[in-house]
Structures are given as C-alpha cells and as structure tokens.
Nanobody, 124 residues
Framework: QVHLVESGGGLVQPGGSLRLSCAAS????????MGWFRQAPGKEREFVAG????????NYEESVKGRFTISRDNGKNTGYLQMNSLKPEDTAVYYC?????????????????WGQGTQVTVSS
C-alpha cells in the first residue's frame, strides 16, 4: 500500500508558477503509474496529467498542455507537477494518485491510492 502526500500549493498571481510535489511511502513507488487531478468547487475531479511508471510516457489535459510538466524521480519516491503561466481557472485542490501498472489512466476510478490534496489559488 502506498501513502501519498502532496505539498507545494499556495496563492500565486496570474502568470506565476508553482511546483507541486507528491511524496510516496509505504510501497514501491516505481511500481505505479502516477497522475495528477484537480477539483474546483462545485466541479468534478478532473485529470490534469499522467506519467508512466518509468517516466517515459506523459499525457496532459488539453488546457494545461505547454504550461504544466509532470515528472517523477523514482529514486526519491517523489512525483512533481511544474505549473507555469498559471491562470485563475487553474484554481483548485490538486491531488496526486498512484495506479497499479505501467501506464497512467485518464479516469479517477483507475487509480488505487490518493493523497489528501493541496490547494492552489491563482488570483491577483
């Protein structure tokens, strides 16, 4: 079983950057594909980005392509989401998730383990 803890959220002005981290413990992090999701008030939790177990394959939700970068360091049992050119519509609670298998999934129900979430607020 994997325990995930996100960090790095906060308040940032439009156009700014944040880097979220997802620290894994209690299991073999490199055995899982990883995803980042977000949930804004009153909305469904949505896929943001995914990375394969090896880190070699990535995928992004259309609205974040070119602005966000997902990565992982299996040696440090940590995943990352670098967010640049942030917009007010990026405001949400961001969650990392781990999925058994080598390839990320696009749906929230494909993931086995979740972190508690970290708030990202983009506002001037």
């Amino acid at each position: 079983q994997v325990h995930l803890v996100e960090s790095g959220g906060g308040l940032v002005q439009p156009g700014g950057s944040l880097r979220l981290s997802c620290a894994a413990s209690g299991g073999s992090f490199s055995s899982y594909a990883m995803g980042w999701f977000r949930q804004a008030p009153g909305k469904e939790r949505e896929f943001v980005a995914g990375v394969s177990r090896s880190g070699g394959l990535t995928n992004y939700e259309e609205s974040v392509k070119g602005r966000f970068t997902i990565s992982r360091d299996n040696g440090k049992n940590t995943g990352y989401l670098q967010m640049n050119s942030l917009k007010p519509e990026d405001t949400a609670v961001y969650y990392c998730a781990a999925k058994t298998g080598s390839i990320y999934g696009l749906g929230r129900y494909e993931y086995d383990y979740w972190g508690q979430g970290t708030q990202v607020t983009v506002s001037s």
